[in-house]
């Protein structure tokens, strides 16, 4: 059984250009899960005609560039396309603790309030859009399982990378060096050393602290403007990876 990853978009945070990062995950089964829902990865699902298709989400972390599509997300399911109940997408979220600050603290705001299919105005809750599963272990009938860990970004948040099976790694958003196992990794990255106040872990440490075996299955995205500058296959990269990509594993 071979399964798809599809990059939506490979962007950092302030780099609308590309999208923010965020990849879907597909194999023969029906079950699509889209990991991170930033606040461009909506519309671009729209234009993709793949909104409806995603079956479950899973958040790495709570900045507005991994999560901030979840209320657009969820409008467009309940009301465009009516995905009440077991239509619902899964929302797949690593702690409790992550699920209520992303509610309380992101989303209630915007979802807090709706209506039932009578026009009854009800208060919301995350489960009113999203059936929801919480844990560090996820399992979705089709596709490998995915494990997450607890990776340093930004004090005082929580933040979580994956594996998805034993073969494919995804950083999120730290400041960690990757494992070196894994047949594809897929990292992210700022440019240039910043010291303490680093919250991706620097193209220039990657280049210079991974091994050459790793580096060259070393895929860089969430990619600041300018990422044209740095020739990533030069320095020993496998590359850098633009949206559209797909890979089959
Ligand atoms: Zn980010
Ligand atoms: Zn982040």
């Known amino acids: 059984m071979s399964t798809t990853l599809r990059w939506i978009g490979t962007g950092g945070g302030l780099n609308v250009a590309l999208g923010n990062t965020s990849f879907t995950l597909r194999s023969e089964g029906d079950r699509t899960l889209l990991v991170d829902c930033g606040f461009t990865v909506p519309g671009r699902l729209m234009e993709l005609n793949e909104i409806e298709s995603i079956t ?22 309940r009301f465009a396309s009516g995905h009440t109940g077991d239509m619902r997408p899964k929302l797949h979220l690593p702690t409790e603790e992550l699920a209520h600050t992303l509610w309380e603290n992101a989303l209630k705001a915007g979802l807090g309030h709706t209506r039932d299919a009578d026009g009854t105005p009800i208060d919301a809750h995350l489960d009113t859009y999203y059936q929801m599963s919480i844990g560090l272990n996820v399992e979705i009938e089709g596709l490998p399982p995915v494990r997450l860990a607890e990776t340093p970004h930004v004090h005082d948040t929580h933040n979580f990378c994956m594996y998805i099976g034993d073969r494919v790694f995804y950083s999120g958003d730290t ?22 106040s680093e919250i991706h872990i620097s193209y220039e440490r990657l280049r210079d602290e991974l091994p050459p075996e790793v580096k060259a299955k070393t895929h860089l995205v969430h990619l600041a403007a300018g990422y044209e500058n740095y020739d990533a296959q030069a320095d020993g990269f496998a590359e850098f990876v633009v949206p559209d990509q797909n890979f089959e594993f």
Do not use: K, N, V, W
């Open 56 to 77: 479950d989400i899973l958040i790495t972390h709570l900045h507005a560039d991994h999560i901030g599509g979840l209320e657009t997300m969820g409008f467009y399911r």
């Open 175 to 196: 400041i960690e060096l990757p494992p070196h196992e894994p047949e594809f990794i897929f990292q992210d990255c700022q440019f240039g050393r910043s010291g303490p």
